[in-house]
């Protein structure tokens, strides 16, 4: 056969070795599925069971929708290093530390705001970057790796904290905060001329003195969808997205043909750090009050929404979407749970039972994937 | 500018107490089609890994262009113009066709931080460089995990043959391939050395090495033998350097079989060879060339 036949025979009807594969597959294929459905039965179970609570009224909807975000903010970053292949287990101590490296220089050393906040970004990337390279150069799991960290950040900030202020707890921030440039990017409220208007002419609820209940959307929100945005760009637009997945799908077949695998994963490392600081940062400049047992257990929260959102724990499958949606659930339920009044016990049964049907689900996608091979 | 595109002079490599490779010496010339060969667990692929940046020489120079050079990573060789199909074909089964097609060297458009993958172009050059491998590809975005093996070896090909601006190195780029693949895969060599480029190609099949090289290069237990001009060597005497000298009763019959086909095209007399003459005779070249 000629090449003018076999051109003529493709154009001239697709290829006859494609079924039509229906809209509903291609659906199924998606990595955020199991979660977007996830999302979606959460609504409606909560709309049935609370939806009389207040829990979608204009305050219930920003209290869930916070929570949701500050993992959000942790899930994003876990998420990509999630499908880079590897794991930090610090996230959680980072948060704590993070927030203590913003309050004592702020609180005790009269270091202005905006100077601790810069100072804890640039103290935490560059213990993201040594737990990365320690991870590249010596070819450990970063679970192990990660997990030391967990231990030494957590008993260096109760340490420092002790050794510098005598306390665990040191509150005030916010008094100084007061007039600085930085801190309102974290600290403070998005659209609030917004909500008053929809005071004003009564689209929400407002207090007696006319205020409205809502007063604006918290920084974490806009930090969460902003940070998601262009995490979800990067990752499937982008050449570095690409070395992203590759990293996590065979880093030898990458490396090989020319991703420069650990500077990836470094930058991951160094991401997931940021994203810990960005956490603390919010928290407290909006709350006041740094804790040396902040962001406990977070890491593993952040890895279950992840796990949740159909990413792989082997690495080189995933979405930011998906980790979205599995933060999402995990805001949404944690509230509801709360706004419908049953103990809170319940909630811990949910998350490992979620969790588990999402790992069976990821499972079962994988292999639906390189069944070939 | 030296005559040679790539020269390799006196470089070992070892793992640890293994001596993968001992005092080889090698030139690759533009336009021609290099033919490694050797018995399993010769070195060819730690050869050619030391070629494309994969692996450190322990001892000696790598010189490219005539100029010493020290290769640090894969990357660096691409950049170069050092292509490299793999043994392992260093694909990622979890990704599309397009984005291992594209892996590392990423087709961008935009500008600045903007950059970004342009998959419809990238879309299309993958499936036109399979194309002329012979595979027609379903969905360029469909993950490779549920390709043939053949197939994936052919993404792996076009992959190298896209981006091998000056040098093309093929580890064994016909071993999972159908007929017409592999015819294929052969046409595209001699594409490619049309083109002006070097080739280095490792095989263990004579029918696909004899036709396409121009040299032939005999690696055994990662020591060096020598390299033999086209002219010099018949097709038995390559058959028999690829068996490196062993096993010559199980060899016998298949070598009355080449010297029938043989004399079919050229009357050849003179084919008439025993496998032990063959043998010092390639010895001899060995020792003149
Ligand atoms: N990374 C490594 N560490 C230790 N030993 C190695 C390594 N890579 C290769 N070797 C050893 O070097 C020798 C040559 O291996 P190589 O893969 O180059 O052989 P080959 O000629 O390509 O064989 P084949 O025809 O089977 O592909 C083998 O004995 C192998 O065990
Ligand atoms: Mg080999």
Redesign the pocket.
């Known amino acids: 056969m000629s090449t003018a036949s076999i051109e003529s025979t493709t154009n001239s009807r697709s290829d006859e070795r494609i079924r039509e594969v229906s809209k509903i597959k291609k659906l199924l294929n998606r990595p955020d599925f199991g979660a977007m459905s996830g999302v979606i039965l959460v609504f409606i179970f909560f709309a049935f069971v609370a939806g009389d609570s207040g829990m979608f009224a204009a305050d219930g909807i920003l209290n869930w929708s916070t929570v949701s975000a500050q993992l959000g903010v942790l899930a994003v970053g876990a998420c990509l290093l999630m499908i880079a292949g590897e794991f930090d287990l610090s996230m959680g101590s980072m948060i704590g530390f993070a927030g203590m490296v913003i309050a004592i220089p702020a609180l005790y050393w009269d270091w202005p705001v905006w100077s601790s906040i810069l100072l804890a970004f640039t103290t935490a990337m560059a213990i993201g970057w040594f737990i990365g390279y320690i991870v590249v150069r010596t070819g450990l799991p970063s679970f192990i790796v990660s997990l030391a960290f967990l231990f030494i950040l957590r008993g260096l900030t109760i340490a420092l904290s002790i050794l510098f202020t005598n306390k665990t707890i040191v509150s005030g921030v916010d008094r100084v905060a007061e007039n600085d440039w930085l801190a309102p990017f974290f600290g403070g409220e998005f659209g609030t001329g917004f909500f008053t208007w929809l005071a004003s002419i009564g689209a929400i609820s407002t207090y007696n003195d006319g205020s409205p209940l809502v007063s604006g959307i918290p920084m974490i929100i806009v930090w969460c969808v902003v940070l998601a945005v262009v995490a979800s760009w990067v990752l499937f637009k982008t050449s570095f997205g690409n070395w992203i997945f590759a990293a996590g799908g065979d880093a030898k077949a990458a490396k090989n043909v020319g991703v420069p695998t650990d500077r990836v994963k470094i930058i991951l490392f160094m991401f997931t750090a940021f994203c810990a600081t960005l956490y603390a940062s919010c928290q407290v400049l909006e709350f006041g009050s740094a804790a040396a047992d902040r962001g406990l257990l977070k890491e593993f929260e952040a890895i279950i929404a992840v796990v949740i959102g159909g990413a792989l724990l082997t690495g080189g499958y995933g979405s930011v979407l998906g980790a979205l949606f599995g933060a999402l659930i995990f805001g949404v339920v944690q509230m509801g749970i709360f706004f419908t009044g049953i103990s809170s016990d319940w909630f811990r049964v949910f998350l490992g039972v979620m969790l588990l049907a999402a790992v069976l689900f990821n499972n079962f996608v994988r292999k639906r994937i390189t069944q070939a091979s | 500018m030296s005559e040679f595109i790539i020269e390799l002079k006196n470089v070992s490599r070892y793992?640890?107490s293994?001596i993968?490779l001992q005092d080889i010496n090698m030139q690759v010339k533009l336009g021609e089609v290099h033919c490694l060969l050797?018995?399993?667990?010769?070195?060819?692929?730690?050869?050619i890994?030391t070629l494309a940046g994969v692996h450190k020489p322990s001892e000696g120079e790598f010189l490219y262009e005539g100029k010493p050079m020290t290769l640090t990573s894969p990357r660096q060789a691409l950049d170069l113009g050092i292509a490299t199909v793999y043994?392992d074909l260093a694909l990622v089964s979890l990704m599309s066709v397009t984005r291992n097609f594209f892996m590392g060297r990423e087709l961008t458009k935009g500008w600045g931080p903007f950059k970004y993958f342009d998959t419809q172009t990238a879309n299309k050059i993958a499936v036109a460089g399979l194309a002329e491998m012979g595979i027609e590809v379903r969905d360029p975005e469909q993950a490779i995990g549920t390709m043939s093996g053949g197939e994936r070896q052919c993404l792996a090909i076009a992959r190298a043959i896209h981006f091998g601006a000056k040098v093309l190195i093929l580890?064994?780029p016909t071993a999972a391939l159908g007929v017409k693949q592999s015819a294929n895969v052969l046409k595209v060599v001699a594409k490619a050395k049309a083109r002006g480029l070097a080739v280095i190609l490792?095989t263990?099949n004579v029918h696909h090495a004899y036709p396409v090289a121009d040299r032939f290069t005999l690696?055994n237990r990662?020591q060096s033998l020598g390299t033999f001009l086209k002219a010099d060597v018949t097709r038995e005497e390559v058959l028999e350097m690829m068996a490196g000298g062993q096993e010559l009763a199980d060899l016998e019959s298949e070598l009355a079989e080449f010297q029938r086909a043989d004399s079919a095209d050229n009357d050849g007399g003179n084919h008439a060879l025993d496998a032990g003459q063959a043998a010092t005779n390639s010895m001899q070249k060995a020792a003149n060339g």
């Not at chain 2, 050797?38 to 050869?47: E, P």
């Open positions: 793992f640890g293994v993968a050797g018995d399993n667990g010769a070195g060819k692929s730690t050869l890994k043994q580890d064994e490792i263990h690696l990662g």
